[in-house]
């Protein structure tokens, strides 16, 4: 049973475009909602994570939308660099328990 | 920073074989994680584990054991593999439960012949 469903499977966009990728989760006990960013050949590294008690969080061009009530989050990426080009995973845990479940992945594309 | 340490980056092994992954953290965390990567399903948490000699199983245990004798290493055991575990293996470490980052290796992979 995949708990956090992911889209798009794949992305490409124009350099200075604005990137968009969607979650959804099903388990309303999850209340940690982290983006990890992972380059060919790298283990995925933590980019930007939100609480359910704000519905946005910024760090430079990277933003989390939340929305409980619909049980979805999505990060923007405004700006969007060559650099950025790499595979996007959300996941969701339960802080007290710590495991994440994560979402399947979108690879971006971000042509020059 | 923190550095998670995969043994292989490559790894062929035949059907039947008994395989080790070996993990070392170097940041005296609490929980480590061994993941699997598949295109198209994302990582799968196969199990983890908040303590030495504690294990928890995850989402895939099946064909799969581990062993944790010291806190920095986490080993991820194929009893005998078979051509569907072909993947690449991720090892993570974190610092406490929950709420906090995981740390990745940059990953086996492994190929079951």
């Known amino acids: 049973q995949q708990q956090v469903k992911q889209s798009p499977q794949s992305l490409i966009v124009q350099k200075g475009g604005i990137s968009i990728i969607n979650c959804a989760y099903e388990n309303t006990a999850f209340d940690y909602f982290p983006w990890y960013q992972q380059f060919p050949g790298k283990g995925p590294a933590l980019l930007i994570a939100?609480?359910?008690?704000?519905s946005e969080k910024k760090e430079g061009r990277f933003t989390i939308s939340f929305n409980k009530s619909a049980k979805q989050f999505s990060l923007h990426i405004m700006d969007s660099q060559p650099g950025d080009s790499a595979t996007y995973f959300c996941a969701a845990s339960q802080v007290s328990y710590g495991k994440l479940t994560f979402g399947q992945g979108t690879i971006l594309t971000v042509h020059p | 920073d923190v550095k998670v340490t995969q043994s292989s980056r490559y790894l062929v092994k035949r059907t039947g074989e008994k395989v080790f992954l070996e993990c070392v953290q170097d940041m005296d965390h609490e929980n480590m994680f061994w993941y699997r990567q598949d295109p198209g399903l994302g990582l799968r948490l196969i199990y983890f584990s908040y303590d030495v000699k504690m294990k928890e199983k995850g989402d895939i245990p099946e064909g799969y054991s581990v062993s944790r004798e010291k806190k920095e290493r986490f080993s991820l055991i194929l009893e005998s593999a078979s051509t569907n575990q072909t993947s690449m293996y991720l090892c993570a470490s974190s610092l406490t439960r929950g709420g906090q980052p995981q740390h990745f290796g940059d990953g086996t992979r492994l190929s079951i012949l």
């Open positions: 939100i609480r359910p008690d704000v």
